[in-house]
């Protein structure tokens, strides 16, 4: 089963460039979710999903959006990278309000 | 105060030992007790949970929650070199107001052979 599955897995940026880290799930779940991992800081809410066209806000958004045109798909996009975003990106997915967190494999980007 | 706070170690350990990982909340309002286990460069995986108060069982791992304390705790026993990972607290709400999901900021093991 592939679960959650994330590209690209590594990304190196320029400054100033945009680029889409996409997500995908085939558990048919309603609930999507992007974190980003860094030292010290474990794993922080960018922006999360409830549904299809259904988005929020999370704990660090600035710098990113996002969209939920279907259930299996929730793109996340950096508009302008800056080196402050050079971290470990995680799409994950759940099938309600509670219950287990499925996570992808992630995609590391850097940002010169 | 962060909702959860989690020693972020590193803790190394010879193998064989018994394990202990600990975090500590804020919110009343928690009712499931979650660990993730991250191995390098993967993502997180559920390992267990509990729901409220008690502990729970499942061979080598023990989880337990002290409500009245506000404490979770993870207890390995007889560790393994393959038990080597973060391990990561997530305590939840119950219901439909639980789309922010917290997490603590991992404890880094390592189990010496």
């Known amino acids: 089963?592939?679960?959650?599955?994330?590209?690209?897995?590594?990304?190196?940026?320029?400054?100033?460039?945009?680029?889409?880290?996409?997500?995908?799930?085939?558990?048919?779940?309603?609930?999507?979710s992007w974190y980003r991992q860094d030292p010290g800081m474990g794993l922080r809410l960018i922006h999360y999903s409830v549904g299809a066209g259904i988005t929020d806000q999370g704990e660090v958004p600035n710098g990113y959006n996002v969209s939920?045109?279907?259930?299996e798909d929730f793109p996340l996009r950096l508009l302008s990278a800056a080196p402050s975003q050079t971290s470990v990106y995680f799409c994950a997915a759940r099938?309600?309000?509670?219950?287990?967190?499925?996570?992808?494999?992630?995609?590391?980007?850097t940002v010169l | 105060q962060k909702e959860v706070e989690q020693d972020p170690g590193p803790l190394s350990v010879p193998?064989?030992?018994?394990v202990s990982l600990n975090c500590t909340y804020s919110n009343s309002a928690?009712?499931?007790?979650m660990w993730y286990r991250q191995y390098s460069r993967k993502g997180p995986e559920l390992l267990m949970y509990t729901y409220s108060s008690g502990n729970k069982e499942?061979?080598?791992?023990?989880?337990?929650?002290?409500?009245?304390?506000?404490?979770?705790?993870?207890?390995?026993?007889?560790?393994?070199?393959?038990?080597?990972?973060?391990?990561?607290?997530?305590?939840?709400?119950?219901?439909?107001?639980?789309?922010?999901?917290?997490?603590?900021?991992?404890?880094?093991?390592?189990?010496?052979?």
């Open chain 1, 95 to 109: 099938q309600g309000p509670t219950g287990e967190l499925f996570f992808g494999e992630g995609s590391r980007l």
């Open chain 1, 1 to 32: 089963n592939a679960g959650v599955t994330q590209t690209p897995k590594f990304q190196v940026l320029k400054t100033g460039q945009s680029m889409t880290l996409q997500c995908a799930q085939d558990m048919n779940h309603e609930y999507m």
């Open chain 2, 15 to 18: 193998e064989g030992a018994i």
């Open chain 1, 68 to 71: 939920r045109s279907t259930t």
């Open chain 2, 30 to 33: 928690f009712q499931y007790f």
């Open chain 2, 58 to 113: 499942d061979g080598r791992f023990t989880a337990q929650v002290d409500k009245s304390s506000k404490y979770i705790s993870l207890f390995i026993r007889d560790s393994q070199p393959s038990d080597s990972a973060t391990y990561l607290c997530a305590p939840q709400r119950g219901g439909g107001s639980n789309y922010k999901l917290t997490f603590g900021k991992g404890t880094l093991l390592t189990v010496n052979p």
